[in-house]
């Protein structure tokens, strides 16, 4: 088995830069590359590790928001949580790291700017952190998170800003006692380098589901969240 030190001589300059930035040297360097690895370039692509980092990033800025604004309500940290985990947020932060640098693309991908697609970008982000947690464990991936928000000043302001149709959505349902929506992938369209997202968007306790098409899946699961609530609101007044 390869030492990590051994593991770190393995990797291309631009991920040996980027794990000193992370400051995290993985034991496991494959899901370092693996996490900037789209799936445009190979079948073994970073989509299962966003899938994870998704997750992961959501705890470590609850706790972080938890920690630092005590004295907010659920709704409003719901509210600043969702601007810190938002696609622009997170493409700031994955440019101030230099992640364009050391994506996997395809041929395609390349061409059409994939290095800077906002998309690319914060998915790949949420996938480095999907791969810390797996090489080092929850706190260590925290403290990753930490570091990657320590430039973010976290005021309660941010709470006011405007609201995504997921977030609306979550909170729609969260003051009626119902649970959270869930969201599926139910195709993926077109070429690797130019795709469409088709989501569904499902709410337990009625049953009833939406769909939203979007050239992200997050943009996607946006817009099946907007046809949701458009359809909540209308059932009230109908």
């Known amino acids: 088995m390869d030492t990590p030190g051994r593991a770190l001589r393995c990797l291309s300059p ?3 830069v980027l794990q000193k930035r992370l400051q995290h040297e993985f034991a496991n360097p ?3 590359e693996r996490a900037l690895t789209h799936r445009s370039f190979t079948a073994d692509h970073n989509e299962r590790l966003e ?3 998704d997750s992961v990033l959501s705890l470590a ?3 972080l928001l938890f920690e630092k604004l005590s004295h907010l309500p659920e709704g409003d940290l ?7 985990v938002k696609q622009e947020t997170l493409v700031q932060i994955a440019t101030g790291l230099g992640l364009s640098s050391g994506l996997r693309l395809g041929d395609g991908e390349k061409r059409s700017g994939g290095h800077k697609r906002p998309s690319i970008l914060a998915d790949a982000l949420e996938a480095v952190i999907g791969a810390v947690y797996l090489d080092a ?3 260590v991936a925290a403290a990753v998170v930490r570091r990657l928000y320590s430039g973010v000043e976290l005021n309660a302001q941010m709470s006011a800003m405007s609201k995504d149709a997921k977030t609306e959505l979550q ?5 009626r006692k119902m649970k959270l929506p869930a969201y599926r992938v139910v195709a993926t369209l077109g070429e690797a380098h130019q795709q469409t997202f088709d989501v569904e968007c499902t709410v337990t306790e009625t049953g ?3 769909r939203g098409i979007g050239a992200s899946r997050r943009a996607a699961e946006q817009a099946a969240a907007a046809a949701m609530l458009q359809h909540l609101r209308a059932s009230l007044t109908a």
């Open 14 to 16: 631009e991920l040996t």
């Open 30 to 32: 494959r899901l370092l």
């Open 51 to 53: 899938f994870l980092g």
């Open 61 to 63: 800025v609850s706790g």
């Open 78 to 84: 719901s509210r600043v949580r969702a601007n810190l």
């Open 137 to 139: 464990g929850f706190e």
């Open 171 to 175: 909170e729609w349902l969260q003051g």
């Open 208 to 210: 009833h589901c939406e």
